[in-house]
């Protein structure tokens, strides 16, 4: 499935939430249905930076395609980046540097985050895009 598709389902599937704080609970429970990562993969080179809460997002890439598992010690947290690393899993380099996720802003789920959450949010993308481009710079 393209990212555009994924976009569109999960815009839809959002905008079916009224209410922001619920929209924020939904992300929350998205997060506690996460598999997360073990202790070994808990480590500071995957360690996003920048954010008040540990945070994780381990990459990998395989047969053309990146693909992202995610865990963090904050339920808001878990559930922003289950739903980034969601995304962008399973998705080619090129599209993945191609979409900054700028529609979480679009449907409501921005707005009511913290400054310092909304950072975490951008540096969670901003670490799904490098590993993109590095996918794309290996021979």
Sequence with gaps: MHLNDKQTALVEEIELIPDAYERLGYL?????????????????????????????????????????????????????????????????PQEIIENDAAFLGEVGVTQHLSPNRRNGLSRIVEFIQHFARSCLAAP
């Design 28 to 92: 929350v429970e998205r997060g506690k249905l996460a598999t997360g990562l073990p202790d070994d993969l808990r480590i500071d080179q995957f360690r996003i930076e920048g954010c008040m809460s540990q945070l994780w997002v381990v990459p990998e890439f395989k047969e053309g395609r990146c693909h992202f598992k995610s865990e963090s010690d904050s339920a808001i947290v878990k559930g922003i980046a289950t739903l980034l690393c969601d995304f962008y899993s399973d998705a080619p």
